[in-house]
């Protein structure tokens, strides 16, 4: 059979790994076959015993958070990454994309400037929310994301119930997900102003003004909601096991909902907290070791759905000015560049997670909840998204080296211990580590059940 290409390495899909090739014609999976040299090309990429993961997908990314960041560049932070697809966050600067301006304008910034493939989350301003939802579904966005703790009163406000069941309603409607950044606002600001005031600003305070009920009271507001609303509800960045049972047991129910957890909760603890100061600030905060434990139980038992990074490009000024009072620091931490290194080390080399399982919580259970029908799998008639990992040698993570504006990461002098070979995208090679990113290859604006 002729292809246009072919790739050949220890190919993982969803039900068996196996070595063998993959033959692509205009950007498509036309066939994967156990025989290598079954396919005849003109070019033929053998990665010999590297792992063919299907392009991995990251729901949770904040470009425009710092606008010095932009598509172009987190993009090809993505690519070097192994990221082949994500979806970007709507909480810009200086304008979060609350109608179908906004949202055109952010569309045709990917289509000029995107190396790999760019989905959006739109959201809604802070009064009348549900209003916009009907605009921005038909503009393209996957979902809508709104958070019950208020980050900005403009760009990222907290939503009211009224309107966060209004636009529940509606979005499901639409067929399209509501996704919260679940946290009580009552709570953590009388914590959070009672700490300021008794000057108690170390670091761990980030910690004890935001303990696990914060995150719990908002998770079950937003279940029992949802289930009224027959709502598609999405938790994002769940921190806390207890919010994960409260979610399966909505789940068992009926109701229809997914969680997510980032990478910086399973892999540190307080003590990172305590060590790195502002760099390991995050919202909700990184949790006690016994509560990471009991995270990390839901994932391997099947309680999470799938696995994100939260990517907030921030610079070291961002973080240093939080030296000596945590308060003042930017929360998030970049992860598009280091996520998946990082994972593959601690899923499948420290826990033996299966190749597959790794591929469904990186790339097709986002892929399936988003209805981004043509990604999420190396199967035939999918888009050929691919990344590649070579299993051995050891590198240093160097916060300096990021491609991302961001230079400062708990993870910086890390070591990892594979490597990401290859990032394919529609067929093109985006990134090798031989030759890195190809700044100029052209990426695609991704609709929902495209
Ligand atoms: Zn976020």
């Given at each position: 059979m002729m292809v246009e290409k072919v790739v050949r390495g220890y190919i993982v899909t969803p039900e068996e790994n196996f070595l063998g090739e993959i033959g692509i014609t205009n950007g498509k999976i036309v066939e994967v076959s156990k025989i290598q040299g079954h396919l005849d090309a003109e070019t033929v990429d053998d990665f010999g015993q590297d792992y063919i993961f299907p392009g991995f997908i990251d729901t949770h990314v904040h470009c425009y958070s710092n606008p010095n960041?932009?598509?172009?560049?987190?993009?090809?932070?993505?690519?070097?990454?192994?990221?082949?697809?994500?979806?970007?966050?709507?909480?810009?600067?200086?304008?979060?994309?609350?109608?179908?301006?906004?949202?055109?304008?952010?569309?045709?910034?990917?289509?000029?400037?995107?190396?790999?493939?760019?989905?959006?989350?739109?959201?809604?301003?802070?009064?009348?929310?549900?209003?916009?939802?009907?605009?921005?579904?038909?503009?393209?966005?996957?979902?809508?994301?709104?958070?019950?703790?208020?980050?900005?009163?403009?760009?990222?406000?907290?939503?009211?119930?009224?309107?966060?069941?209004?636009?529940?309603?509606?979005?499901?409607?639409?067929?399209?997900?509501?996704?919260?950044?679940?946290?009580?606002?009552?709570?953590?600001?009388?914590?959070?102003?009672?700490?300021?005031?008794?000057?108690?600003?170390?670091?761990?305070?980030?910690?004890?003004?935001?303990?696990?009920?914060?995150?719990?009271?908002?998770?079950?507001?937003?279940?029992?909601?949802?289930?009224?609303?027959?709502?598609?509800?999405?938790?994002?960045?769940?921190?806390?096991a207890k919010s994960l049972e409260y979610i399966n047991w909505f789940k068992a129910q009926g109701t229809n909902v997914t969680a997510e957890t980032c990478y910086n909760y399973l892999l540190l603890t307080t003590e990172d907290l305590k060590k790195f100061g502002p760099k390991a600030k995050i919202n909700p905060p990184l949790r006690e070791p016994n509560e990471?434990?009991?995270?990390?139980?839901?994932?391997?038992?099947?309680?999470?759905?799938?696995?994100?990074?939260?990517?907030?490009?921030?610079?070291?000024?961002?973080?240093?000015?939080?030296?000596?009072?945590i308060f003042k620091a930017k929360s998030g931490s970049p992860g598009l560049e280091i996520m998946i290194p990082l994972?593959?080390?601690?899923?499948?080399?420290?826990?033996?997670?299966?190749?597959?399982?790794?591929?469904?919580l990186l790339a097709l259970a986002p892929a399936q909840r988003f209805n981004l029908n043509n990604k999420g799998s190396i199967e035939q008639g999918k888009d050929a998204d691919f990344t590649v990992i070579h299993n051995r040698g050891s590198w240093q993570i160097d916060e300096n080296e990021f491609i991302s504006i961001s230079d400062v990461s708990p993870f910086h002098e890390h070591t990892v211990n594979n490597r990401i070979e290859a990032t394919i995208v529609r067929g093109e090679m985006v990134y090798t580590h031989d030759h890195g990113v190809v700044e100029n290859n052209r990426g695609q604006f991704v609709k929902p059940n495209y």
């Open positions: 960041e932009g598509i172009h560049r987190a993009s090809m932070a993505a690519a070097k990454g192994g990221i082949t697809l994500f979806i970007d966050m709507p909480y810009d600067l200086p304008t979060p994309v609350t109608n179908k301006d906004i949202l055109k304008e952010k569309i045709d910034t990917i289509s000029k400037e995107a190396v790999i493939d760019v989905a959006l989350w739109g959201t809604v301003p802070k009064e009348n929310g549900a209003a916009v939802v009907d605009e921005l579904a038909d503009g393209g966005v996957v979902g809508f994301k709104l958070s019950t703790f208020e980050t900005d009163p403009y760009r990222f406000p907290r939503i009211s119930d009224a309107d966060i069941l209004e636009t529940m309603r509606k979005a499901a409607d639409r067929d399209l997900i509501v996704a919260f950044h679940a946290e009580n606002d009552e709570l953590l600001t009388r914590y959070i102003e009672d700490a300021k005031r008794e000057n108690r600003v170390e670091s761990i305070y980030h910690n004890l003004t935001r303990p696990p009920v914060t995150e719990t009271t908002a998770v079950i507001k937003l279940l029992d909601m949802a289930s009224w609303a027959h709502a598609k509800l999405h938790i994002v960045h769940v921190s806390h990471l434990k009991e995270l990390e139980e839901q994932l391997l038992s099947g309680g999470i759905d799938f696995i994100t990074s939260d990517h907030a490009p921030w610079q070291k000024k961002d973080k240093s000015i939080g030296d000596d009072n994972l593959f080390d601690y899923l499948i080399g420290e826990k033996k997670v299966t190749l597959s399982k790794f591929a469904e």
